[in-house]
């Protein structure tokens, strides 16, 4: 997660191999609720490459 929505950070991030960039929200309401969908994601989404290759 970050705070920056900088073109230039996200591109970097990318470049350096992230697979999701996540800009954290000033507003508690809005954070909570960001954390929620990224645990979502995270936990019940997201395949870990260890499944899909044996």
Known sequence: MSSSSE???LTACYNLGVNSYVVKSLDFQRFHE???QVAIYWMT?????????P
């Open 45 to 53: 989404i997201n395949y870990p490459v260890s499944v899909l290759i």
């Open 7 to 9: 073109e230039s950070d």
């Open 34 to 36: 960001t954390i929620r």
